[in-house]
Structure formats: structure tokens, C-alpha cells
């Protein structure tokens, strides 16, 4: 069977509702630009300032996720990459799988993994106890000493 692919400016003739694939696509180019920042900020940061890659223990994250700023870089980049990822898979699933059964199992397998890793990602970046009572001092962020 031959399919014809229609020239790339062809005008699509629809005439109400909101055109999600289109938000789709400028929610892809959107949070790409901020994603280069947010993923190469924090590569920069984790890896090259100071000891670098030598500094990242408990201590560490847990020194980062204390701090306003990081809770808010970490967050972002979380909801943002995962649904961009999310977003780029629901694509590629749409080419790829020509099973209209399959196509929705993958689908909701990727919308399943999407809640279930925001829900917890989120969780662990707002609520997490970077003093944990209890633990060995030389573990804990120098920050527990004053509390
Ligand atoms: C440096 C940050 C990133 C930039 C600038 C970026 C940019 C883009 C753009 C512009 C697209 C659309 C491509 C198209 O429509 O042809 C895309 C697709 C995609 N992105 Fe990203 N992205 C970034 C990070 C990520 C991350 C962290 C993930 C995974 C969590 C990811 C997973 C995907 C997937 C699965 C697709 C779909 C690929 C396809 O349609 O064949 N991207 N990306």
C-alpha cells in the first residue's frame, strides 16, 4: 500500500477544538531550550565545580536538597524532562506500533511510569530529610550541625 505524505506547509484544515498535537510540538522545542540549561547547569555544578564528581555523596544531595534554589532547579528539570520524554516516547509509539491494542497498552504504560515517577521524584525532592535522627555525624551535611 502506498501512503502520500502531503508537501510540509500544506495548510491542515481543521475547524474547532484545541489542536493538542501542535501544543504537543511547542511544549517539545519550549522545554528543550530550558532543558539545556537546567541539564547543564546541573552537570556543571555535579560534576566540575569545586571537587567535582569527588564531592557527591549523602552529604552532598542532601546539602543541594535543603536548599530553595536546588528544590526548585530539581523539580523543574524532573516535571519538565519526564514529560518531555514522556511526550517524545507517545511519539515514537505513534509511528511505530500499528497495533491499535498495542499502541494504547504502551501508551498508558508510559502514562503509568510518568504519574508514578512524578509523584515520587517530587516527594523525594520537597520532603527529603537531609538529618535523618540517629545517623553518623561524619555522613550527615555539615548544615545538621546547626540544628
Ligand atoms: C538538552 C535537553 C533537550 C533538548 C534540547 C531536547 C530537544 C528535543 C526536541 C526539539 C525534540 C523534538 C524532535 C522532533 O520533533 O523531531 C525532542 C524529542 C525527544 N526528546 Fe528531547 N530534548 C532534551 C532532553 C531530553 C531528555 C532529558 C529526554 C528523556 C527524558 C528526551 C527525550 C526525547 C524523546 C523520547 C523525544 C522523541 C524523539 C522522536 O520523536 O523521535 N529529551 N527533544
Not at 73 to 98: E, K, P, Q, S
Not at 119 to 130: E, I, Q
Request: some cysteine.
Amino acid at each position: 500500500m502506498t501512503h502520500t505524505i502531503a508537501a510540509p506547509r500544506t495548510p491542515v484544515t481543521r475547524s474547532k477544538g484545541t489542536n493538542w498535537e501542535k501544543w504537543g510540538w511547542i511544549y517539545m522545542r519550549a522545554s528543550g531550550v530550558v532543558l539545556v540549561v537546567l541539564i547543564f547547569g546541573h552537570l556543571f555544578v555535579n560534576l566540575m565545580v569545586g571537587k567535582g564528581v569527588h564531592a557527591i555523596d549523602f552529604a552532598f544531595v542532601g546539602g543541594k536538597w535543603s536548599d530553595p534554589f536546588w528544590q526548585v532547579w530539581d523539580g523543574l528539570m524532573l516535571w519538565l524532562a519526564l514529560i518531555h520524554g514522556a511526550n517524545g516516547m507517545r511519539t515514537i509509539v505513534n509511528d511505530y506500533a500499528h497495533n491499535r491494542t498495542l499502541r494504547g497498552i504502551l501508551k498508558i504504560a508510559i502514562l503509568v511510569a510518568v504519574i508514578v515517577l512524578l509523584v515520587l521524584g517530587t516527594l523525594v525532592v520537597t520532603t527529603f530529610d537531609p538529618c535523618p535522627a540517629g545517623s553518623p555525624a561524619d555522613l550527615l551535611p555539615s548544615i545538621c550541625k546547626d540544628l
